[in-house]
């Protein structure tokens, strides 16, 4: 957090290196979040750019209560439930880069089945209702706390921790077994 800190004066007074260490440091992680609240890799990309433009203009007048990545990822799930309400009447695709995550294992069939895993697992995730779905990216993705959840969605903690638990709780029943404890 200190160097979250050091980074946004720097980033205040003009250093465009600071700029580009955030960005480095937070965008994978901001990207999957996106992916996942918008199930669309190129709108993911296109939120994740949005929130960096919007640091810029709001650096000068802002002061973090919380960290950094709390702070861009919350910024995400606006700017994504903004962009889901828009199309709310749309089926959007599926993620398709679930092999990526499973390369590094080295057999082919493990790979296979990773990847055939995960992608069971993003169509899960792809199913909760958005409230649900949004609880859970924030908290496994993001690590944000109950209260920050709440705070974020502006509903109370035990809504929070409903919303996360039912959203688990629907995750176990779609997959039914398919993914090893």
């Known amino acids: 957090m200190l160097e979250d800190r050091r980074l946004l004066w720097r980033l205040r007074h003009g250093d465009k290196d600071a700029l580009r260490r955030i960005y480095e440091k937070y965008e994978g992680d901001l990207l999957t979040l996106a992916a996942h609240l918008l199930r669309d890799p190129a709108t993911a990309e296109d ?4 929130v960096f433009i919007g640091l810029v ?8 209560r ?12 606006n700017r994504a439930r903004d962009h889901f309400r828009k199309r709310s009447r749309e089926r959007l ?4 880069d679930a092999g990526q995550m499973a390369a590094d294992t080295g057999e082919p ?16 995730v792809a199913e909760l209702p958005y409230e649900q779905r949004e609880v859970v990216m924030l908290r496994v993705y993001a690590g944000l706390k109950f209260r920050e959840i709440a ?12 919303r996360y638990q039912y959203g688990l709780d629907k995750l176990r029943s779609m997959l039914n077994g398919e993914v090893p404890k």
């Open 47 to 50: 939120v994740v750019q949005d």
């Open 57 to 64: 203009r709001t650096v000068p007048k802002l002061h973090l």
């Open 66 to 77: 919380r960290t950094l990545r709390a702070y861009l990822a919350t910024a995400v799930a």
């Open 93 to 96: 695709a599926p993620i398709e």
């Open 109 to 124: 069939v493990q790979i296979v089945g990773a990847a055939e895993l995960v992608h069971k697992l993003r169509a899960a």
């Open 151 to 162: 705070a974020h969605q502006n509903i109370s903690i035990k809504t929070a921790l409903s």
